[in-house]
């Protein structure tokens, strides 16, 4: 059974920091590029953050360069999320996602996300 369970939101001051984890299980976590996306009430969900399966190569959202930084872990099958220097626009349901390009055929799977709160 395919699983992603995000961890480590909460309620954090601007200028905070935060480090969100994803525990996935049930497939081949290697083969699977890994991304952060996130929503925020009343707006669709946008990617945060991705990291490839093979090089490990990230991209960022413009929003978040320089304060964010996604990682891998493919022994423990985890990835990660710190953010850093937090501002109120960052609020959002946070969730990660598994993606893998097969065929010309994607294959994604979804956590159920984690709440992150930025306010004083």
């Known amino acids: 059974q395919v699983q992603l369970v995000e961890s480590g939101g909460g309620l954090v001051q601007p200028g905070g920091s935060l480090r969100l984890s994803c525990a996935a299980s049930?497939?081949?976590?290697?083969?699977?590029?890994m991304s952060w996306h996130r929503q925020a009430p009343g707006k669709e969900r946008e990617l945060v953050a991705l990291?490839?399966?093979?090089?490990?190569?990230?991209n960022y959202a413009d929003s978040v360069k320089g304060r964010f930084t996604i990682s891998r872990d493919n022994v423990d099958k985890m990835v990660y999320l710190q953010m850093n220097s937090l501002k109120p626009e960052d609020t959002a349901v946070y969730y990660c996602?598994?993606?893998?390009?097969?065929?010309?055929?994607?294959?994604?799977?979804w956590g159920q996300g984690t709440q992150v709160t930025v306010s004083s």
């Open positions: 049930g497939f081949t976590f290697s083969r699977y590029g």
């Open positions: 996602k598994a993606t893998l390009i097969d065929w010309g055929t994607a294959v994604d799977y």
């Open positions: 990291i490839t399966s093979a090089s490990g190569s990230t």
